[in-house]
């Protein structure tokens, strides 16, 4: 009786939540056969893809230059000291993508790329409209902005392909993409369709707890862009083995769901939401639920997508990703999920993340580690030292 009650009443707080997490509670909750395919039954092989995406902002706060500074210098030294402690199961350091804006200092990619140099990452796009003049946006403003972080990027072999062509991954800043959030964020009603023609692959920027999150959750899907609506990206063609791209451009998700909050009883429930910060550390308990709970690609449920995010440059997130915590997440991981026999870690950045989810499209098979450098080949800082 009194679990007929909580559900009863978890039902009807659901109802008053935002549109997406109605649809998540009758798929995944009062549907939870379809929700939790075959997979979790199957003793085969499973490979698990673990991309941490990192809204990096040196300013976060409104500090100080000198802060700034700090920070980035901070990253530097004390990421590689932790992810040298591991690899995964092809022999890779800890991977991590500093998604990093332009309206900050573009001379700290220098620092980065060196980082990147070194094996532990790659940079991609994060940009917040209403903080690069002018501002309100229209499409052409904000081409020329998308155009113009290009450049400056390139100079550093950032967004650069070998042949010469620019292309790149992105993050919307404020979580407002496509003008989800109105013109205070964003303002660009064809945002989706200006991203694909400046050369972006894929955005990173979801999931997220405002009215931006699309309705299509817990999967990786192709948008079209419709000029004439805001949030033309909520509903999509999901990403499937076999089938053709489709639309303007590919959203790549992290895990939406509700789990239990071990730490205040067996009753108590929250939402996961991909975020690794202060207040959601990677527990054992939490790890496990992501593997359970891991995205993955129609017909190609051995391929087990993780997708993690975080605002890395602030202070209170170093203990998740470069410290302690940081310490102890790939520790259990190593131990657990990489025994070559049941599960295999592999640490991709978000383009290799795009790469092998595009093979995995084209029905290719095995080790998710051959298709790193599918379609989108490595950038030129990656290959030489500036």
């Known amino acids: 009786m009194q679990l007929f009650i909580f559900f009863t009443i978890l039902l009807f707080f659901t109802m008053l939540?935002?549109?997406?997490?109605?649809?998540?509670?009758?798929?995944?909750?009062?549907?939870p056969k379809i929700s939790f395919p075959v997979r979790r039954r199957q003793k085969k092989l499973r490979h698990i893809l673990l991309c941490i995406v990192d809204h990096f902002e040196p300013g976060n706060g409104n500090v100080s230059y000198d802060a700034q500074i700090k920070r980035v210098n901070t990253w530097v030294k004390c990421y590689p000291e932790m992810a040298k402690n591991f690899t995964d199961f092809d022999g890779r350091h800890p991977q991590h993508t500093w998604f990093y804006p332009p309206h900050y200092d573009i001379s700290f990619l220098k620092t980065l790329v060196q980082l990147c140099s070194s094996g532990f990452g790659e940079i991609e796009m994060h940009l917040h409209h209403n903080r690069m003049l002018p501002f309100p946006d229209t499409g052409e403003t904000l081409k020329k902005k998308i155009l113009s972080c290009i450049n400056d990027y390139s100079?550093?072999?950032?967004?650069?392909?070998?042949?010469?062509?620019?292309?790149?991954?992105?993050?919307?800043?404020?979580?407002?993409?496509d003008n989800s959030r109105g013109k205070k964020f964003c303002g660009v009603n064809n945002e989706i369709v200006i991203l694909k023609e400046c050369g972006c692959y894929a955005d990173f920027t979801f999931p997220c707890l405002n009215l931006a999150q699309p309705l299509l959750v817990n999967t990786i899907y192709y948008a079209k862009d419709n000029h004439r609506y805001k949030k033309s990206y909520t509903w999509g063609r999901k990403v499937e083995v076999g089938k053709k791209e489709w639309g303007d451009l590919m959203i790549v998700q992290g895990i939406l769901a509700i789990r239990r909050n071990y730490k205040k009883g067996f009753l108590s429930f929250q939402l996961e939401t991909s975020d690794l910060d202060s207040e959601d550390s990677p527990s054992i308990k939490r790890i496990d639920f992501w593997i359970k709970n891991a995205i993955t690609i129609g017909g190609k449920d051995d391929w087990l997508i993780i997708k993690l995010h975080?605002?890395?440059a602030i202070e209170s997130s170093w203990d998740v990703l470069f410290g302690e915590k940081a310490f102890l997440m790939h520790k259990y991981l190593r131990e657990r999920y990489n025994d070559g026999e049941n599960f295999c870690l592999h640490y991709v950045t978000a383009r290799e993340l795009f790469n092998i989810i595009k093979a995995a499209e084209a029905g290719r098979d095995?080790?998710?580690?051959?298709?790193?450098?599918y379609v989108v080949a490595p950038y030129v800082y990656l290959v030489r030292n500036l």
């Open 17 to 31: 939540m935002k549109p997406w997490r109605i649809v998540y509670f009758i798929y995944k909750i009062i549907f």
């Open 155 to 177: 100079k550093y072999g950032v967004f650069t392909l070998p042949n010469g062509k620019k292309t790149f991954a992105f993050v919307h800043g404020d979580w407002s993409l």
């Open 310 to 312: 975080t605002h890395g």
């Open 366 to 373: 095995g080790n998710p580690n051959l298709y790193r450098d």
